[in-house]
């Protein structure tokens, strides 16, 4: 018979073994918490930062996707606009809400009961000033940019940067027919979509900041807070410059019997 002279391993019965699934829950939980704070993100992204293979996180993200508390946005490559969109991840609003955002809720009382007292003036001056910081923070990255469609594409990532999910996309370049270019400034997420559901001024006041940013009027052409799937912003970029097709004339020539008498 085999026998080791190694003594045999002391197990600490006063410290309990967390179960196979307990440690799969905290690890969701930590992967969960990582897209709150770091979302809109890549699952590679994750991995570096938790130190989890990609195939682990990837498990995560999937299983966190089917209980409805993480969704997939895709991210055309906003420099060249080639390539597959990449794939990023952000709290739903099922999952903002099993994280608890009492904070919302709160904030909508208050601004329901500040209408009460103020009336509605205040909620827009309110409002106003909260998107005129937003636009203090964003300016200094625009400084600089002339063209119109390098200043959205600067907005967009700048959106992006505070959870936003922003993209942007030519419209009317590659159609004959088209008069006017413009840019969709595109919002895939709203961590406020609720508050601005309740009171639409935050939308308005949003859409004059990028107005204000960008130095053109722009139109608003739908909201998350209203049903859209995406907050779309249209900006108007100038003419289409491509030609025209030119209009086929066919020459008809008469003859002399065919003259009318």
């Known amino acids: 018979m085999y026998s080791s002279n190694k003594p045999a391993p002391v197990v600490d019965s006063a410290r309990p073994v967390p179960a196979t699934g307990e440690i799969e829950e905290r690890t969701r939980d930590r992967v969960l918490y990582a897209v709150l704070e770091d979302g809109p993100v890549s699952a590679a992204e994750l991995g570096e930062r938790l130190g989890f293979t990609p195939a682990a996180v990837r498990r995560h993200l999937d299983a966190l996707s089917k209980e409805g508390l993480v969704e997939v946005k895709l991210i055309a490559n906003q420099r060249t606009g080639a390539g597959r969109p990449s794939r990023?991840?952000?709290?739903?609003?099922?999952?903002?809400s099993e994280m608890g955002n009492d904070y919302l809720d709160i904030a909508t009382e208050a601004l329901s009961e500040l209408g009460r007292a103020a009336g509605p003036a205040a909620i827009e001056a309110?409002?106003?000033?909260?998107?005129?910081a937003m636009e203090q923070r964003y300016r200094p990255m625009l400084a600089g940019v002339e063209?119109?469609?390098?200043?959205?594409?600067?907005?967009?990532?700048?959106?992006?940067?505070?959870?936003?999910?922003?993209?942007t996309r030519k419209v009317g370049a590659n159609s004959p027919t088209a008069t006017?270019?413009?840019?969709?400034?595109?919002?895939?997420?709203c961590p406020?979509?609720?508050l601005a559901r309740e009171f639409p001024v935050f939308c308005e006041m949003e859409t004059q900041a990028f107005s204000r940013l960008l130095g053109v009027d722009v139109r608003r052409l739908s909201t998350l807070a209203s049903g859209g799937h995406v907050c779309t912003t249209h900006i108007p970029v100038g003419r289409n410059q491509t030609p025209q097709r030119a209009e086929k004339r066919t020459r008809i020539k008469i003859t002399k019997q065919e003259r009318p008498r």
């Open 180 to 189: 006017m270019l413009s840019v969709q400034l595109c919002q895939g997420h």
């Open 88 to 96: 990023r991840y952000v709290l739903s609003h099922h999952g903002q």
């Open 192 to 194: 406020i979509q609720d």
């Open 147 to 167: 063209g119109l469609e390098d200043r959205a594409e600067v907005l967009s990532e700048a959106l992006s940067a505070e959870g936003f999910v922003g993209s």
């Open 126 to 132: 309110f409002a106003a000033r909260r998107f005129a």
